[in-house]
């Protein structure tokens, strides 16, 4: 996709795949105005997966977003969008406990809010892990607003290389089942 980001509205609908500089390999969709999907596919917690995150999105200038939240495992997220240099730049701030019991957070979140809200009192928060890191995107799909068929299953090892190669979605931008 060549598409040139200018406005917020271009922004939201879009569904990226981009790899950090440290190797980790993450999926994200800015579903609307106030809400995110994501699965994570390499790195310290590949696996899990998650939808309807509430998070705070902004453009600051045009064509460039920042996008931040703070989720039911204590983790808080920040990140830089510059979609038109196929970057971004991403701080995420794990507490203590998911680097020290990763396993705990990778699944589908959405089916195990209690689990992660009684993990982050049980275990510690502090010191936390600051891992701020650059990213390039791969893959940029415009799938529209509120569209649950963007992050609608587990992650898989072949996913974003189906992706990438227009295997995944049709041109409605609805998941092609296997
Ligand atoms: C912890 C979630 C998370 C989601 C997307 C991203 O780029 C970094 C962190």
Redesign the pocket.
Known sequence: MTKTFKTLDDFLGTHFI?T?DNG?E?E?YAKNDHT?D?R?HGGM?AG?W?KD?EANIVMLVPGIYKVA?T?P?G?D?A?DFVPNEKK?N?T?F?PRWVQEHPEITVTYQNDHIDLMEVSREKYETYPKLVVPEF?HITYIGDAGQNNEDVISEAPYPELPADIRAGKYFDENYKRIHN
């Open positions: 981009y950090y980790w993450y994200w995110v994501y994570i917690v899990r998650v995150q939240w989720e495992t983790t997220v990140l971004l991403g995420i794990f990213a």
